[in-house]
Each structure stands twice: as C-alpha cells, then as structure tokens.
C-alpha cells in the first residue's frame, strides 16, 4: 500500500483523479442502452438481432472515434478535448427525456452514436492521466485511470431502478448530474503535460469527418443499403474504421504497418472488447436465457462491471511486475477456456454466473496488462496508439453483442456466439506465445532502464 500511495504522490493526483472521472462519468453514458434494453424492447418493436445492434451501436461509435480522438489529443490540449466530449456525450441523455412522444428506432441509433462519445473518452483520459505521471509507474497509473470503467456499474444499480419508477426516457437523464460532475472535476483538476505535435485545426476536422460519417454509415445500414440483413451490420465496423484511417495524418498510419500494432489490437479486442461487449449484453442474456427479472439482471451486470473494473488496477499493477507478457498468456487461455465451457455446457444460472464471474476477472485484468505495454512499446505515441487500440478493443465489443443476438435469433441458443470468442481469444493467445520471446526482450529492457531513473 506504502508502495502505492507513494507512485500517486510520484505525479499530480488531481489530474488523475479528473481523469477517472470524466473516464468512469463517460463509461456509464457509453453503456446506457444495455440495462435500458429490456424497457425500450417494450415500446419500440425490434427483434433480437436489432436489439443487439441498438446496444452495439454506441460501443462501435466510440470504438472508430477513439481514432480520430487520439489523432486530436496528439496536436491539441487534452482538458480542452475532454470537455467538448463531455458536452457531446451529454446529447442523448437531454434528448430523451425531453422528447414528448416515444422515438423511432432510426432516432435511437443516431443518438447511441453520440452515446458513444463517453467511451471514446478512453483516448483522451488514459494518456493525459499519464503524462502526469514517470515512465515506471504507468501500469498502475493507467490501470487506476481506465479504472473509471466502473462506470458500467451505475448503470445497472441505477438506470434499471430509473426506469421501472419513472419510464426509460426519464431514466436516461439520471446521466446528466454525473457528466456535470466529470466536467467540473476537468474544468479544476485537469492537466495535460503531453507533447503535442500537427495541426489541431485538421485533427478537428478529421473528428467531425469520422462522427458525421458515423451517423450516415449507421443510417445507410439501418436502411439495408450495405447488403441485405445481417451483412450490413458485419460490414459497419470496417467501413467505420477505413474512414476513420483514411482521414488521420499519413505520419500516423505508419503506425499500422507495425506487426506489433495488431496483435496488441487482436489482444485488446477481447479483452476490453469482451468487458464492454458483454456489459451492453448481459442484461438481455440474463432475461432471454434465464428469464431473470430486468432489475435483478441490471444488478448482475452491475456486480459482473464491478467486478472487472476494479481488478484492471491490479493487472496493470501485475504487469508492471512481471511484465503484460506474462500475464496476457495465462489470461487470454483463461478467456478462450471459460467461453468454450459456456459454448459447450450452456450452464444453469449459478454457472452461468461463475463463468461470466471467471470471464470478468481475466477482462479486467486483461485490460490493465495491455496497457502497462503500450507506453514502454510506442513511447512518445500512446495518444496516438490509446486511439487505435482503443479502437480495436470498441469493435470486438460491438461484435459481441451482435453475434449474441445472431446467434440466438438463428440458432435459438447463445453456443455458436460464446465459440466464437473462444476461438478468437485462442487466437490472441497463440500470437502472444508465438512473440512471446521479442516482446520479453523490449519489455525486460524497458522495466531495466526505467528502474535506473
């Protein structure tokens, strides 16, 4: 504990602080249609396979406009950046419950894109926490900022509770006093110490390019445009993330040409990807598989997010001692292994509980390992990197959700979802252990410069 009080006081915990908020204040905003789900299915008329897309649909927003984010955070003042997010995030939850008559799916979709404004705040508050902080405690200190992931807890303790006594619409305000919690904590306490370096102009632009492209490729889909049925929802995610590439800095796409780059995206698109994927869907597979009341399951989801956010400080911490290496291979097999189990046994509520429990902790975990690498990998560019990484890990997270909701309306069972992210985590394992040896290299190197400073 000594340890621990003495890296915080190592740098400015204020602006840590301000970043767990507007991080944690972001998440609960981010995922708000997953416990709200089973109350919108009452009045506005989806099947399964919408359903799945409406809760998707924010979490892929901030998955392609964390790119375009991190490319502003690059060339412009971070506490400035977070504060316009805010704002933007903030649309959905006035929106709501203003609106004098129920909205139209179509308006719901358009709405989870600014929704998705709140958790493309991991790009912005990830890195400019760290800039507060040396090099040889980033594990820790991105591991408490991304933390803020607990966010996803208040929404299953509160909004479920919201919606049952006052109707959802209402219930999507109760989002409001928190964001001006997060905004006044930045306005005070927020300070962005990084390097900046382009035009701030330009990056602008390229984030407007991405949001506004975001609304009208969801739209076009929504419409069939992209192919019949599912084939435009599979295809969303590409489109979205090819415009957000083509409009960032040809400096800045180098980065993708770097095999390292996309395993560490393959590693982060399912553990992050598994933790905000799961926590937009598990309130629908607890009522559609177990038929669990929507106020119990909203409090499941809250203990599953709560469980999972506070264990991501501990891997970050894990990792600063043993290296992300290390503990990604056990954690990925964990991953693969308990989502097989549940494919193959389609266990009765208190394993199915145990194993989403199992999940959680190897998610959260996961997470903070991930980025304890990041900082010592690509030094000078976790902006830029919290962007796209950032990225990868919001599109599995949009995938999972919509291959639930596939998988139930085709199969009528969730086994064909749950061995998909088995097979892609087993996937994400054997590029670990295939690089194990060169990572350990630059890693060990690192941790042996940095305990010299």
């Known amino acids: 504990m000594k340890n621990v009080i003495g890296s915080l006081k190592s740098g400015d915990w204020r602006a840590l602080l301000a970043c767990f908020l507007y991080f944690d204040t972001g998440f609960t905003v981010w995922v708000l249609y997953g416990p709200l789900a089973p109350f919108i299915g009452k009045s506005v008329a989806m099947t399964q396979a919408e359903q799945g897309f409406l809760v998707a649909v924010p979490v892929l927003s901030a998955a392609i406009l964390r790119v375009t984010l991190g490319n502003l955070y690059q060339s412009a003042n971070g506490k400035r950046i977070a504060l316009f997010g805010v704002a933007l995030s903030a649309i959905p939850t006035i929106v709501l419950p203003l609106l004098p008559f129920v909205p139209s799916y179509t308006l719901l979709l358009v709405l989870g894109v600014f929704l998705g404004m709140g958790g493309a705040s991991f790009s912005v508050a990830l890195p400019m926490a760290g800039s507060n902080y040396p090099p040889k405690v980033q594990g820790l200190v991105l591991g408490l900022a991304a933390a803020g992931n607990i966010g996803a807890v208040l929404d299953g303790f509160l909004f479920p509770q919201l919606a049952t006594h006052f109707g959802w619409q209402v219930a999507a305000g109760g989002a409001l006093p928190l964001l001006a919690i997060a905004g006044l904590a930045l306005l005070f306490w927020a300070n962005d110490a990084g390097l900046k370096s382009g035009s701030a102009v330009r990056a602008f632009g390229s984030f407007a390019i991405t949001l506004a492209g975001l609304i009208v490729l969801v739209l076009l889909v929504e419409a069939g445009l992209f192919g019949p049925g599912k084939t435009g929802v599979l295809l969303l995610p590409v489109i979205g993330a090819l415009l957000a590439i083509a409009v960032l800095p040809k400096r800045y796409r180098a980065v993708l040409a770097e095999r390292d780059t996309w395993v560490i995206m393959l590693v982060y698109s399912v553990t992050f990807g598994g933790f905000v994927g799961m926590s937009s869907y598990v309130t629908l597979l607890l009522t559609n598989l177990y038929q669990m009341p929507k106020i119990e399951a909203g409090l499941f989801m809250a203990l599953l997010a709560a469980t999972g956010a506070m264990v991501r400080p501990l891997g970050g911490l894990i990792a600063d001692k043993v290296s992300g290496v290390r503990a990604l291979t056990i954690l990925l097999a964990v991953i693969s292994i308990a989502d097989f189990v549940f494919a193959a046994a389609m266990p009765s509520l208190a394993g199915g509980i145990a194993l989403l429990l199992c999940l959680y902790v190897a998610f959260g975990l996961g997470n903070g390992a991930t980025f304890q690498l990041v900082p010592h990998r690509w030094a000078g560019r976790t902006g830029l990197l919290s962007g796209i990484v950032g990225a990868a890990g919001g ?6 959700p919509v291959v ?28 670990i252990v295939a690089l194990r040896r060169p990572w350990m290299a630059w890693s060990m190197q690192t941790s042996i410069v940095h305990a010299t400073e």
């Open 395 to 400: 599109i599995g997270g949009f995938y999972l």
């Open 404 to 431: 639930m909701g596939i998988a139930r309306e085709s199969t009528g069972s969730y086994q064909m979802g749950f061995a998909t992210f088995g097979v892609v985590a087993g996937c994400g394992f054997l590029a």
